[in-house]
């Protein structure tokens, strides 16, 4: 629940996880949405905050998928191939399009989590710098410490580790995205449509049935 959330929150110690989960509560994004993220999707200037026109475009997801299913998605479904860091690797890590249309969507940042995008950018800024052609920058908002993505299984289980580290319930990460839909439905009291434009669902039925289970 959002007090539940509210505790843990405040005793992450690892930035990339913080950062992941804000975007998940506050922009009830997909956690292959999140580590999709590349910075000319995040729009987070000074006038933009000052505005509360700060926002992500989400266009995109990171995907690990089979060399076979690679084949039979369109030329365009791709956007980049990962280098494979083993020889004889059967699957690619892919930034791609997302499944359905619907999941090209824009939403708004809170000023809170806008600002702690342009902090986590600042240090971002400082690693390359500092790593110079050691770093490979792929222009990813999440991002391990040489430039490489993060694949959504690390996010999980660092969500995992915290939830276990500090006793409590263990719950999967995708269920971040699942109390965002609850308490934006509980906050617009009941817009379905304005929450279905949050989290990019394709059917309003998927939406409802959140509904459903808070009345």
């Given amino acids: 629940n959002v007090q539940t959330f509210k505790e843990v929150i405040k005793l992450v110690d690892d930035d990339l996880l913080l950062l992941c989960m804000h975007l998940a509560f506050a922009c009830s994004l997909r956690v292959g949405e999140i580590t999709g993220l ?8 000074e006038e933009a905050i000052a505005n509360n026109n700060a926002r992500v475009i989400v266009n995109k997801e990171l995907a690990r998928i089979s060399q076979s299913a690679m084949q039979k998605l369109k030329e365009k479904d791709i956007i980049k191939i990962f280098p494979t860091q083993k020889p004889h690797c059967t699957t690619r890590l892919v930034l791609k399009t ?32 500092f790593l110079g052609s050691a ?27 915290l939830c276990e580290e500090h ?34 669902h394709a059917e309003a039925e998927m939406v409802t049935d959140v509904y459903s289970e808070i009345v």
């Fill in 38 to 45: 590349t910075w000319d999707d995040v729009i987070i200037d």
């Fill in 98 to 129: 997302p499944k359905t249309e619907t999941s090209n969507r824009t939403v708004w940042l809170p000023t809170t989590l806008a600002q702690l995008l342009v902090q986590y950018k600042k240090d971002q800024q400082e690693l390359k710098e």
């Fill in 167 to 200: 006793n409590f319930e263990v719950v999967v990460f995708h269920s971040l995205r699942h109390l965002s839909t609850k308490y934006k439905l509980k906050m617009t009291h009941g817009d379905i449509k304005s929450v279905q434009g949050d989290t990019g």
């Fill in 135 to 161: 770093y490979n920058d792929y222009n990813l908002v999440i991002a391990l410490e040489n430039g490489n993505p993060v694949e959504s299984r690390i996010v999980r289980d660092r969500f995992t580790t």
